[in-house]
């Protein structure tokens, strides 16, 4: 006890730094920062959505109220937008999910070389994403791709096929794309998920005679349960906010495609210069995103009492 | 054991083929790259390039047109002025990472240590804004972010970029070094505190080179999402001053009269610095991660 005691007279006797001086002058450059970045944007385009604010027009900015709000979302881009968004979700997120839980399965075999495989599975996920993006239209491009040449040479298609710019496959080349830049992340955390099981416990049930598909149902996977759901979460982030990737690849086209939400936020901004709409709408996104952080905090917060 | 082995084998296919879904997309830029665009345009290609050429590396280096290029005629391909600029772009693209390390290493480290040691009110508050934020994409504020660098007047500029990205980055090294710190037994620098350490002390000669590890992975992080940013870099850089290189690498490919081998070299040359880094760091990165999505 009295150790105890001395110890924290130690950790608050002022000669050891421990002050209110300290503490401001150890965390205040980091709060500006984050603040100047994160919370006053989310101030800022709640505002400037609030406001007509055309760059065609940049002195007048009469307060609209939340017409750019009820604007954009009746607006067709937009529905089409969110739809498109809907879709790629739903697309990627589960693929990215199983792929991720399979390669982690994989990966966590005593099987020599795999050390190499576990460095590998890093690459698609370390490059920049534009890159990422880069070198799938070099393989799936409608003049000179890669994977044209293959099918052509294997005999399964007659000509080449304009994969990034054809309506009907567009989509599903960005989320292909997609797919591979983020499969390592879920692979990692599983793997790390699954280094945790006791070795004994699946020895145990092998003993029993439990077969693999119960195996996996009745141990590995309620020992991934904190990971699978960060993961969902996560991934669901991202997949909302894509943008790099349409940029390379596709451009939102060929029409509006691949218009995801990021991209439409973007044209607005930019191609339309509609700042009020454009603010409106990342609004709209980061206050969608809010909620999905929440969720993931509790979640990791809830984890680490337990643990 | 007949079975064992059977299934050992299949396991190690499965091994192959998930190498080959990585490797193969980049050593088709690679081997693109290595090629004339006349070569690239067969079809089917050259898998492999037939004798491999330098020549478009040279052209972007030296600036030396490849002889592809001087031959006349309807299949000669347009060249990228912009493919020239690109180690003007991968300078300014470490220089910005870099200093965006230097950032996290020394304000990461000193609030990390705060919050790790110290009790005060509105700990925890602070504590959950900054964790909170690290969540934030980009996208969702950008626009906003991209009047205020204007506002700043810091547009088209690096440290305007190396700003943005303390700001994303700085979140994520708290979480991480937070909890490494308070993983750390206190005793040591409890020791060092009485033998009249003052707290920068004991931080900078016991708790530091306990955290090494955790310093390389938060490092490896900063470095490689400044590195790979493409959004703000996008809204802020204009010109050679500041332009990193995923923003020209995809202005060359987005542009329709863009020579697909200078494509491919862009390619090349933005992944070798983040490959080289994930490979040599890969066991702090991995650590990192899963440390900072949560106890998994």
């Known amino acids: 006890m009295s150790a105890r005691t001395d110890a924290k007279s130690i950790w608050a006797a002022r000669g050891a730094g421990s002050s209110t001086a300290y503490r401001l002058a150890t965390l205040t450059p980091v709060l500006v920062l984050v603040a100047v970045f994160t919370l006053f944007p989310f101030a800022f385009a709640a505002v400037t959505s609030t406001r007509q604010m055309l760059l065609t027009l940049p002195d007048q900015t009469p307060f609209i109220g939340l017409q750019n709000y009820v604007d954009v979302l009746r607006d067709a881009s937009t529905q089409n937008a969110i739809r498109n968004s809907l879709v790629f979700t739903l697309l990627t997120v589960p693929c990215v999910t199983v792929l991720g839980l399979a390669v982690a399965l994989l990966l966590n075999q005593q099987i020599r070389g795999f050390g190499i495989l576990r460095a590998l599975v890093l690459l698609p996920w370390a490059i920049p994403l534009v890159s990422a993006g880069i070198i799938w239209r070099l393989l799936l491009h409608g003049d000179f791709g890669a994977l044209n040449g293959l099918l052509l040479q294997l005999g399964a298609v007659h000509g080449y096929v304009p994969w990034l710019s054809s309506p009907s496959t567009a989509m599903y080349s960005v989320v292909v794309a997609h797919i591979w830049r983020e499969f390592p992340l879920p692979a990692i955390l599983f793997l790390a998920g699954l280094q945790l099981i006791p070795g004994e416990v699946v020895d145990a ?24 759901l960060i993961v969902l979460i996560y991934e669901t982030m991202i997949s909302v906010s894509v943008f790099d990737l349409v940029y390379v690849l596709t451009g939102g086209g060929p ?19 509609n700042l009020g709409q454009g603010a409106a709408l990342s609004f709209i996104m980061a206050a969608f995103l809010l909620v999905l952080i929440v969720a993931y905090l509790r979640i990791v917060r809830v984890d680490e009492g337990e643990a | ?66 002889h592809a290029y001087a031959a006349r005629g309807l299949l000669r391909s347009p060249i990228t002025q912009e493919a020239r600029l690109l180690p003007i772009g991968l300078m300014n693209s470490l220089e910005v990472a870099l200093s965006v390390v230097a950032l996290n290493l020394l304000l990461g480290t000193l609030a990390s240590y ?33 009047l205020i660098i204007k506002t ?46 003052n707290r920068l002390g004991a931080l900078r000669h016991v708790v530091l080179p306990l955290a090494a ?84």
């Open chain 2, 1 to 66: 054991m007949r079975q064992s082995r059977l299934s050992k084998a299949a396991l190690a296919a499965c091994g192959v083929l998930l190498a080959l879904v990585i490797l193969l997309p980049f050593l088709w830029a690679l081997s693109a790259s290595l090629q004339t665009e006349l070569a690239l345009f067969r079809r089917p290609p050259n898998w492999t390039p037939n004798p491999p050429s330098l020549e478009n590396y040279l052209y972007v280096f030296t600036g030396q047109v490849p």
């Open chain 2, 114 to 146: 705060t919050f790790a040691r110290e009790r005060f009110r509105g700990r925890e508050a602070a504590y959950v804004f900054i964790l909170g934020s690290r969540l934030l994409p980009a996208m969702a504020v950008a626009i906003p972010i991209f």
């Open chain 1, 205 to 228: 049930s092998r003993v029993d005679g439990a077969g693999v598909w119960a195996r996996f149902r009745n141990i590995t996977l309620p020992y991934l349960k904190a990971p699978l």
């Open chain 2, 213 to 296: 590890p955790g310093l390389a992975a938060i490092a490896a992080f900063s470095f490689l999402f400044s590195y790979d940013e493409f959004v703000f870099a996008l809204l802020i850089t204009s010109s050679t001053a500041s332009k990193t290189v995923p923003v020209m690498i995809a202005a060359i490919s987005v542009n329709p009269d863009a020579s697909y081998t200078l494509i491919a070299v862009g390619i090349v040359v933005s992944v070798l610095v983040p490959i080289g880094l994930a490979i040599v760091f890969r066991r702090f990165i991995t650590s990192g991660l899963v440390a900072s999505m949560g106890r998994t």
């Open chain 2, 152 to 197: 700043l007047d810091l547009l088209d500029t690096k440290l305007g970029l190396v700003l943005i990205y303390s700001a994303f980055t700085l979140p994520f090294t708290i979480w991480v070094l937070t909890l490494y710190f308070r993983s750390l037994p206190k005793d040591i620098e409890e020791a060092a505190l009485v033998d009249g350490c």
């Open chain 1, 255 to 273: 029409g509006s495609s691949t218009t995801l939400f990021a991209w439409d936020a973007y044209a607005t901004t930019f191609t339309f210069l």
